[in-house]
């Protein structure tokens, strides 16, 4: 989705809700950006450790060779799991109950085979000639309710909106752009892998949604329930 549009969209949707961080998009590329700032492989790093990097202003560019850890070059789609990696997953994290159950979550994953470049970094920094494919809104929970309301409020379906099991990088990036190719495309609340809270205050959590339908439930704000004095009040009594 052009650029523009999205942040045209982004700048409707703030008057009415607010976010803790800047918002971020995700693009594909093929040249890296000049200010980009690039995660070795050794040692390991998380993405996340550079959320406050992209938040005052730098991306972050994502190759076959530099991802910052092993897990990421699979959920990004430079990789295919390792027929070991679900071990890693039972038996280091404890986040499988066994091995199996471990190797079935690598094998589920379906990452969208990557371009050249992936770059991460927020929306107001993105270049407008780019194509913005999937955009991370970061809210605590009265603007996550803004958000899974709004993503409901065209839909006879009442369920568009999924908090998956997945490491952060998958839930803002992977599966949102799964959602892409749907025909209903839900959002996606994300950054609830144990392994990386560290990198986020506490009371934030992302709302990851391709880019075209965040386009879409932009332009149902006017009329809807965020321009009603019910919410105006939440929003005025966060403040």
């Not at 052009?2 to 803790?20: E, F, I, P, T």
């Not at 997953?89 to 471990?102: I, P, Q, S, T």
């Not at 994953?109 to 991370?136: C, M, P, Q, R, Y």
């Not at 609830?192 to 992302?206: F, H």
Request: hydrophobic letters at 40%; one cysteine or more.
């Amino acid at each position: 989705m052009d650029a523009r549009k999205v942040k045209d969209g982004l700048n409707r949707l703030l008057q009415h809700l607010s976010v803790k961080m800047p918002s971020t998009g995700w693009s594909f590329a093929y040249t890296t950006p000049a200010d980009a700032v690039i995660l070795e492989n050794e040692p390991w790093t998380c993405m996340f450790s550079c959320i406050n990097v992209i938040a005052n202003g730098k991306p972050v560019c994502f190759s076959a060779k530099n991802t910052g850890c092993s897990g990421a070059s699979c959920y990004l789609g430079f990789k295919t799991p390792s027929k070991s990696a679900g071990r890693f997953l039972a038996e280091k994290e404890r986040f499988k109950k066994n091995v199996v159950l471990g190797q079935a979550f690598y094998e589920n994953i379906g990452a969208h085979a990557a371009e050249e470049f992936l770059i991460w970094e927020t929306i107001s920094k993105t270049d407008d000639h780019s194509a913005i494919e999937v955009v991370n809104l970061w809210v605590d929970a009265i603007s996550l309710a803004g958000l899974v309301t709004l993503s409901n409020y065209d839909s006879t379906n009442n369920e568009n909106v999924s908090i998956p099991f997945a490491s952060g990088c998958q839930s803002i990036w992977t599966i949102p752009y799964k959602e892409k190719h749907a025909e209903e495309p839900k959002g996606i609340v994300g950054c609830i892998d144990p392994a990386m809270r560290k990198y986020l205050p506490s009371d934030v959590v992302s709302f990851s949604v391709a880019a075209k339908r965040f386009i879409e439930m932009t332009e149902n704000i006017t009329g809807s329930f965020l321009e009603q004095s019910g919410w105006k009040n939440l929003m005025n009594e966060k403040a």
